[in-house]
């Protein structure tokens, strides 16, 4: 009878990353995962108006890159980056409240769910005209540039963006003065009911960065020691002055592309076999493959993370809308630190 092979189970040296690595991953992995189908749910019993855009199925594209960052380095996100709000350090109660458009929420009320920010975290609230954050970023890491700080930008999009005129010019503009900014393509197959061969003639859209002059990746989105590592060498660069990386993530969003669509554009054969490829199940079962995690570890942490969602939810309804004034507050902005000559 031949023998059958056992697999190997890896080592945390094979892994290359610590354990409070991994398990920082993970619980913010968990805990976006969490949130989000929470927000689902609430949307769907009426609790708050408007849609809601779930990034279930892409967490780890978002939590591996943020992973790590300082409080300094700036994020701009566009509408699926509830993972980047998480793992930047977004009090729950600021993300909740953003979501309820109420008073508490850092932008008052005054924009769409999902277009989460926070300046004292260095998060950008995102524009509803696709791939304005990247032309913002790129402008924060001028900025960094200009100043002479070794921080970074992280910009995030999805694959449907990167055919926007914007997108393109701040790309391009980076390429040339070599800013310190990673890009992050969210490739999910899909913009809206649009699948990406659609978008674009090219099958990685990775390659979209030879035309700029700097490196392009594309890696499997779904693997978040992978996204983290291959973040964390893209930000090494970007800080050391060598310029800007592109990488594409390719992953898929498990649900429309807001609560409000049935997404039935697509396959379920295609649905069925993505969602094999769960990330936070597959960082899950590394975690107990390399013996750092329990299934009783993990019944705790839901039952913590499900607490603080719980109180963050209750502070947030009970807080009241803006007053229609508010909406002239903080939109302009009179402090304009950096003089153009000195660049
Ligand atoms: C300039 C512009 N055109 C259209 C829209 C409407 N819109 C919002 S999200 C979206 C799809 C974006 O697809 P992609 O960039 O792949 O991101 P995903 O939603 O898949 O995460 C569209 C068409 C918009 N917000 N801005
Ligand atoms: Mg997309």
Same mark, same amino acid.
């Given at each position: 009878?031949?023998?059958?092979?056992?697999?190997?189970?890896?080592?945390?040296?094979?892994?290359?990353?610590?354990?409070?690595?991994?398990?920082?991953?993970?619980?913010?992995?968990?805990?976006?995962?969490?949130?989000?189908?929470?927000?689902?749910?609430?949307?769907?019993?009426?609790?708050?108006?408007?849609?809601?855009?779930?990034?279930?199925?892409?967490?780890?594209?978002?939590?591996?890159?943020?992973?790590?960052?300082?409080?300094?380095?700036?994020?701009?996100?566009?509408?699926?980056?509830?993972?980047?709000?998480?793992?930047?350090?977004?009090? @729950? =109660? *600021?993300?909740? &409240?953003?979501?309820?458009?109420?008073?508490?929420?850092?932008?008052? !009320?005054? %924009?769409?769910?999902?277009?989460?920010?926070?300046?004292?975290?260095?998060?950008?609230?995102?524009?509803?005209?696709?791939?304005?954050?990247?032309?913002?970023?790129?402008?924060?890491?001028?900025?960094?540039?200009?100043?002479?700080?070794?921080?970074?930008?992280?910009?995030?999009?999805?694959?449907?963006?990167?055919?926007?005129?914007?997108?393109?010019?701040?790309?391009?503009?980076?390429?040339?003065?070599?800013?310190?900014?990673?890009?992050?393509?969210?490739?999910?197959?899909?913009?809206?009911?649009?699948?990406?061969?659609?978008?674009?003639?090219?099958?990685?859209?990775?390659?979209?960065?030879?035309?700029?002059?700097?490196?392009?990746?594309?890696?499997?989105?779904?693997?978040?020691? @992978? =996204? *983290?590592?291959? &973040?964390?060498?893209?930000?090494?660069?970007?800080?050391?002055?060598? !310029?800007? %990386?592109?990488?594409?993530?390719?992953?898929?969003?498990?649900?429309?592309?807001?609560?409000?669509?049935?997404?039935?554009?697509?396959?379920?054969?295609?649905?069925?076999?993505?969602?094999?490829?769960?990330?936070?199940?597959?960082?899950?079962?590394?975690?107990?493959?390399?013996?750092?995690?329990?299934?009783?570890?993990?019944?705790?942490?839901?039952?913590?993370?499900?607490?603080?969602?719980?109180?963050?939810?209750?502070?947030?309804?009970?807080?009241?809308?803006?007053?229609?004034?508010?909406?002239?507050?903080?939109?302009?902005?009179?402090?304009?630190?950096?003089?153009?000559?000195?660049?």
């Amino acid at each position: 009878m031949p023998a059958t092979k056992i697999a190997a189970k890896p080592s945390l040296k094979q892994i290359g990353l610590s354990k409070e690595t991994l398990l920082g991953l993970y619980t913010n992995l968990l805990k976006t995962r969490m949130l989000d189908e929470r927000f689902r749910k609430l949307f769907r019993q009426g609790r708050f108006a408007g849609t809601y855009f779930s990034a279930v199925g892409q967490e780890a594209t978002t939590v591996g890159p943020t992973y790590g960052l300082r409080d300094e380095d700036i994020i701009a996100p566009s509408h699926r980056e509830i993972g980047a709000a998480v793992t930047k350090g977004i009090p @729950l =109660v *600021h993300i909740v &409240a953003q979501i309820y458009a109420r008073i508490n929420s850092p932008d008052k !009320g005054k %924009t769409h769910p999902c277009h989460y920010g926070w300046r004292e975290k260095g998060f950008i609230s995102p524009s509803s005209t696709l791939a304005g954050q990247t032309v913002t970023g790129t402008g924060c890491a001028m900025g960094f540039q200009i100043q002479k700080k070794d921080n970074v930008v992280i910009a995030f999009f999805g694959e449907g963006a990167t055919a926007r005129g914007g997108w393109h010019e701040a790309v391009n503009y980076a390429g040339i003065h070599k800013l310190p900014i990673i890009y992050v393509c969210q490739n999910n197959l899909w913009a809206e009911s649009v699948p990406a061969h659609r978008q674009a003639g090219i099958k990685d859209f990775s390659d979209r960065a030879k035309a700029y002059g700097f490196p392009g990746i594309t890696i499997d989105g779904n693997d978040v020691v @992978l =996204v *983290h590592k291959t &973040a964390a060498k893209a930000i090494e660069r970007a800080r050391n002055g060598e !310029g800007p %990386t592109l990488i594409e993530c390719k992953t898929y969003r498990w649900y429309g592309h807001s609560e409000i669509d049935p997404a039935d554009y697509r396959r379920e054969e295609e649905i069925i076999e993505w969602k094999k490829g769960d990330p936070i199940a597959r960082a899950e079962n590394l975690l107990l493959d390399l013996g750092i995690h329990t299934s009783k570890k993990r019944e705790a942490m839901v039952e913590q993370i499900n607490q603080e969602i719980d109180e963050a939810v209750a502070a947030c309804e009970k807080e009241k809308y803006a007053e229609p004034e508010e909406a002239y507050n903080d939109v302009y902005s009179e402090n304009f630190p950096v003089r153009r000559d000195d660049y």
